[in-house]
């Protein structure tokens, strides 16, 4: 079965606007990362976050990690027409091996 | 950033024939490469794990018969598709991790694979 469970399912946004998903988990993990994906197109890594982290940045992306409830944030600032994409979160339950959770789809309107 | 080529983007087969996909690591060696299945809208399920020079990992209820993985040398993991029937059409992705690297992985663009 999956490892982590998205929320929400869909979200669209206005250009501008903040978009923030949320990725949530089973098992305890050595890290987690987000990727995106562009339709119809491979994924590209956004960021990592080790289990020792509680958040990151990079760009206008920041990422949250509380593993007491194992679950993870992403949030895009001030979103743009091009931010239109999936977005997963994947984690590794220690193993070489990435699971990915089922996906957050974002369309950003100009 | 590292690349990773995948190849055929696009690919359409009668029932019955066999396809090969590959993934090639272009600028750094790949100890260990994923092949993931994606349908339309859902996420990527995890196929099996290719490591350099040994047998495939496969995952819970993907058939090795079927699905044929081959890593022959650190910069090329290859799946064959055996005996494709139309429920086997689907986009398949590989990815691919550097070698010394915990962590991030490289993905291709992927396969989209049609079965008439």
């Known amino acids: 079965s999956q490892q982590g469970e998205e929320d929400p399912q869909a979200l669209s946004i206005q250009e501008g606007e903040n978009a923030t998903m949320n990725c949530s988990y089973k098992t305890s993990i050595n890290n987690l990362q987000w990727y995106r994906q562009n339709s119809g197109r491979g994924l590209v890594h956004l960021i990592l976050i080790r289990s020792n982290e509680r958040e990151k940045h990079s760009g206008r992306l920041r990422v949250t990690l509380d593993t007491s409830k194992k679950s993870s944030s992403l949030l895009i600032t001030a979103s743009r027409a091009a931010d239109t994409a999936s977005y997963f979160c994947a984690t590794d339950a220690y193993t070489d091996k990435l699971i990915f959770g089922t996906g957050t789809r974002l369309q950003v309107f100009p | 950033g590292a690349v990773v080529s995948q190849h055929p983007s696009r690919v359409i087969c009668k029932s019955g024939t066999s396809v090969k996909i590959e993934c090639r690591s272009l600028d750094f060696q790949a100890t260990t490469m994923f092949w993931y299945r994606q349908f339309p809208k859902q996420s990527l399920m995890l196929m099996a794990t290719?490591?350099?020079?040994?047998?495939?990992?496969?995952e819970q209820g993907v058939e090795k018969d079927k699905f044929l993985i081959n890593h022959a040398s650190l910069t090329l993991s290859t799946l064959t598709v055996t005996s494709a029937h139309p429920e086997d059409s689907s986009f398949y992705i590989c990815?691919?991790?550097?070698?010394?690297?915990?962590?991030?992985?490289?993905f291709g663009e992927g396969s989209r694979l049609t079965v008439l």
């Open positions: 290719s490591n350099e020079g040994s047998k495939a990992t496969y």
């Open positions: 990815s691919a991790q550097r070698a010394g690297d915990t962590g991030e992985l490289f």
